[in-house]
């Protein structure tokens, strides 16, 4: 991929990006964040503190986020006019049905307009007992673009009382390289992520994954689902080759096999003389895993 030049939107003027990543724009995809260098597996490259938090619960409707959403950004153009500036300068992709505009403190344009931002950029975060505690849209890591197949994985720990969110590479990046995340769990299948990428983001998804799940039939859509490659057995993988699931070593290395988990695995940061770490950690249940031991039995695999 080619090194791309920086671009010098007002957002990246009026927040300098750290320099492990730095914001660009991509034809039919917008602002996005390139590597600068050459990056190692579980570096982090950004630590992000909320523009906007605002709490929510298992039991909180649509309306009620939209209601504490529009409290939230109502507190911030009192107390940080800039800082609401730079909330209305995201991506604002489709706007979701307005349940609470009659009791929105702004008017309905700028309503929509917050709706919409919050939609494309909030993160859920979520209590040590994996429930949504609260949603957070932050001034960096809202220009990660989505890809099916994310090359870096958000971490972050409100259990310890921060709302602050960390990204890590998953394996080495090269540089000029885009920097993605998955918008949701890896997990999901075809019909499901366009869907979602459709209604939420506005955007048709082509990245490589997806070019090759287009043309699965719906019983191998359902078999990803189901646990993807978990599922198949080893001689049945050899046999097929990777033809039909190019991807199987993501879902091997990456993909977190504890029930009901749908986490993905980042290495631990290198230590301080740049070494790579040998263990994974699952960016949603925690669990530590030991590179080369992904059947999780604490014994290395044979190749
Ligand atoms: C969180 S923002 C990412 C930053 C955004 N590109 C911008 O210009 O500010 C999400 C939006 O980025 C765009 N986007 C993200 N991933 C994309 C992809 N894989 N292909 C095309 N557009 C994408 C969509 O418009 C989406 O609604």
Request: hydrophobic residues 35%; charged residues 25%.
């Amino acid at each position: 991929m080619l090194v791309l030049p920086p671009v010098s939107t007002p957002m990246a003027a009026a927040s300098s990006p750290p320099p492990l990543v730095q914001v660009a724009d991509l034809a039919g995809r917008g602002r996005s964040l390139i590597a600068t260098r050459h990056i190692k597996p579980g570096e982090i490259l950004l630590s992000d503190s909320p523009l906007l938090l605002y709490p929510s619960s298992p039991a909180a409707s649509d309306a009620d986020d939209h209601a504490a959403l529009l409290r939230a950004a109502h507190s911030l153009s009192l107390s940080s006019p800039s800082s609401f500036h730079q909330l209305l300068s995201l991506h604002a992709g489709p706007t979701p049905p307005v349940s609470s505009s009659s009791s929105s403190p702004f008017p309905p344009s700028l309503t929509a307009t917050l709706l919409a931002a919050d939609r494309s950029n909030a993160f859920a975060l979520a209590d040590a007992r994996r429930r949504v505690s609260a949603y957070a849209i932050y001034p960096l890591a809202s220009f990660f673009n989505h890809d099916c197949l994310p090359n870096a994985c958000r971490f972050d720990y409100p259990d310890r009382g921060s709302a602050d969110l960390t990204v890590r590479a998953l394996h080495d990046i090269p540089p000029g390289r885009e920097v993605c995340l998955s918008y949701f769990p890896v997990n999901w299948g075809y019909k499901e992520r366009q869907a979602r990428l459709l209604e939420d983001y506005g955007f048709r998804c082509e990245c490589d994954r997806c070019r090759v799940e287009a043309n699965w039939k719906d019983d191998e859509e359902n078999m990803e689902e189901d646990g993807g490659d978990e599922g198949m057995a080893e001689e049945e993988e050899e046999e097929e080759g990777d033809g039909d699931f190019p991807h199987a070593y993501f879902f091997v290395k990456f993909v977190c096999d504890v029930e009901n988990c749908g986490g993905t695995l980042a290495p631990l940061p290198p230590s301080d003389d740049g070494t790579v770490s040998d263990v994974l950690e699952c960016n949603v249940c925690g669990k530590l895993r030991k590179e080369g031991d992904e059947d999780g039995d604490g014994e290395m695999d044979d190749d």
